[in-house]
C-alpha cells in the first residue's frame, strides 16, 4: 500500500504528517513502514542529519543504466520497523522514473508513506502522488489553501485536517468544498512544534498526533 501526503499550499504541516503517520504505522505489528521524502525535510523532521550519498532525486535523475533495485540500497534505517527513502541533495525528482518509482513501491511488502510536498502541475511528484493507493491532501481550514486545493492537478482520496483554533472553516466546510472525507483532524499543537524543533518527532511522537492520524491509512 502506497499512501501519499501532499498538499496545495506550502507550509500545510505535510512533512510533519507523513512523517508522523510513518511512525504511527511503523508501531504496528507488520512487515514495517517505508518513509519516501520527496520534499527534502524528512531527516530533519526526524531529527536525523541530513543522509550523505545519492537520494532517490539522484536515482530518478540517473536513467536506464542504473538498477531498479539501487533503490533499496538508498535506504536508511530511522527505527525498528520503519526505514527512509532520502530525497538527497540536488533538484527534485525527474518525471520519466515516476512511474517506475511507483510500480517498485506499490510491490513493496511494508506500508509506504510518500511526502511529496506541495504538488505543482506536471511534476514527477504528482505522479506519484495521484499514483498512490491513498491520496491524502494535508490543509488548513484557510480559505486560501482551500481554493488551491480546488484548483490542484489531482483530487485526493481523502484529506487530514490541520486545524487551528478560531478559524471559520470547518471538517464538515473541507469535506463540502473537496467531496472527500476528512480522514484525520490533527491539532495545531505547540507540543508538535517543540518535537519538531527539537528533533524529538521520532523518539517522542506527542500523544495528539499518534491519536488523530490513527484512523488516516
Ligand atoms: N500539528 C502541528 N502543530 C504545531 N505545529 C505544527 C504542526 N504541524 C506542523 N507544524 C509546524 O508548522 C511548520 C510547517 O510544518 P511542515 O514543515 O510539516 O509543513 P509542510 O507543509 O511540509 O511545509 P513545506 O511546504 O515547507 O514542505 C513547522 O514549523 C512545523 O513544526
Ligand atoms: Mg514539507
Redesign the pocket.
Known amino acids: 500500500m502506497v499512501v501519499s501526503c501532499w498538499?496545495a499550499?506550502?507550509?500545510?504541516?505535510?512533512?510533519?504528517?507523513?512523517?508522523s503517520l510513518a511512525l504511527v504505522l511503523a508501531a504496528r505489528p507488520g512487515p514495517g513502514v517505508l518513509l519516501v521524502d520527496l520534499?527534502g525535510?524528512a531527516p530533519a523532521?526526524l531529527g536525523l542529519p541530513d543522509p550523505s550519498g545519492p537520494g532517490v532525486a539522484a536515482w530518478s535523475a540517473a536513467g536506464a543504466e542504473v538498477p531498479a533495485d539501487a533503490l533499496a540500497r538508498i535506504e536508511v534505517a530511522v527505527a525498528p520497523g520503519l526505514d527512509l527513502l532520502p530525497r538527497g541533495d540536488g533538484p527534485g525528482m525527474v518525471g520519466d522514473r515516476a512511474e517506475l518509482l511507483v510500480a517498485l513501491l506499490g510491490a513493496d511488502d511494508r506500508t509506504v508513506v510518500v511526502?511529496c510536498?506541495?504538488l505543482s502541475t506536471g511534476s514527477a511528484e504528482l505522479a506519484v502522488a495521484a499514483a498512490a493507493t491513498t491520496s491524502l491532501l494535508?490543509t488548513r481550514p484557510c480559505y486560501l489553501a482551500l481554493r488551491r486545493a480546488v484548483a490542484a492537478p489531482i483530487r485526493p482520496s481523502g484529506a487530514v485536517l490541520?486545524n487551528e483554533p478560531g478559524r471559520a472553516l470547518d471538517r464538515g466546510d473541507i469535506e463540502a468544498v473537496l467531496g472527500v472525507p476528512v480522514v484525520a483532524e490533527?491539532?495545531?499543537?505547540?507540543?508538535?512544534?517543540r518535537a519538531?524543533?527539537a528533533g524529538l518527532l521520532a523518539s517522542r511522537l506527542p500523544r495528539?498526533?499518534q491519536r488523530s492520524l490513527r484512523g488516516a491509512a
Open positions: 498538499s499550499k506550502g507550509g500545510s504541516g505535510t512533512t510533519v504528517v507523513a512523517v520534499a525535510d523532521a511526502d510536498g506541495t494535508v490541520v490533527v491539532a495545531t499543537d505547540p507540543s508538535v512544534a519538531v524543533d495528539s498526533l
